[in-house]
T-cell receptor
Framework: SQQGEEDPQALSIQEGENATMNCSYK?????LQWYRQNSGRGLVHLIL?????REKHSGRLRVTLDTSKKSSSLLITASRAADTASYFC?????????FGQGTRLTINP | GAGVSQSPSNKVTEKGKDVELRCDPI?????LYWYRQSLGQGLEFLIY????????KSGLPSDRFSAERTGGSVSTLTIQRTQQEDSAVYLC??????????????FGEGSRLTVL
């Protein structure tokens, strides 16, 4: 069964705006990861946040993790048309990595 | 190789036929995953190999699905007596870390299976 659930399922914003996507999960985790998928392609790793971390930055990406609420958010600042893609959170528990359903992000020029 | 390689990239088959999908992980990666992605959907976990340990097959949808990993490297996912609902993109990924050290997964470009 799926562990992570992303919200919203789809998001459409104007170029230059910030995009926020949320992920909720159900069981304890060792880390949480965010991936990006361009249409018809494989997934690319964006960022990993460990269970003892609360916030992490990478370029225009900011990830937060609240283990008490079992939730994470991915913020993309100053969005660009090239950020159009699907974004997935994945939770690493005792063994395998389990993915959510993803958020489809569209950046309008 | 430089990345995870999957073949074939596209496979069209007739209902009832068997298919084999191949994955060549990054050299030295001990963990290998197979996922299935239907059109516009998320990733459905199928099977996970970790070193020499017994694989986690908990995601395989039926006994028509099987996978093996030979010599700790190349993996083959086999679907017997294919059905139309098997149509999807099958994604393979590998990583260095396992268990509590599960880190970044490196994905192949996937094998798109269409069952007519």
């Amino acid at each position: 069964s799926q562990q992570g659930e992303e919200d919203p399922q789809a998001l459409s914003i104007q170029e230059g705006e910030n995009a926020t996507m949320n992920c909720s999960y159900k069981t304890s985790i060792n880390n949480l990861q965010w991936y990006r998928q361009n249409s018809g392609r494989g997934l690319v790793h964006l960022i990993l946040i460990r269970s003892n971390e609360r916030e992490k930055h990478s370029g225009r990406l900011r990830v937060t993790l609240d283990t008490s609420k079992k939730s994470s958010s991915l913020l993309i600042t100053a969005s660009r048309a090239a950020d159009t893609a699907s974004y997935f959170c994945a939770t690493a528990g005792a063994q395998k990595l389990v993915f959510g359903q993803g958020t489809r992000l569209t950046i309008n020029p | 190789g430089a990345g995870v390689s999957q073949s074939p990239s596209n496979k069209v088959t007739e209902k009832g036929k068997d298919v084999e999908l191949r994955c060549d992980p990054i050299s030295g990666h001990t963990a290998l995953y197979w996922y299935r992605q239907s059109l516009g959907q998320g990733l459905e976990f199928l099977i996970y190999f970790q070193g020499n340990s017994a694989p986690d097959k908990s995601g395989l949808p039926s006994d028509r699905f099987s996978a093996e990993r030979t010599g700790g490297s190349v993996s083959t996912l086999t679907i017997q007596r294919t059905q139309q609902e098997d149509s999807a993109v099958y994604l393979c990924a590998s990583s260095l870390g396992t268990g509590v050290n599960t880190g970044e997964l490196f994905f192949g470009e996937g094998s798109r299976l269409t069952v007519l």
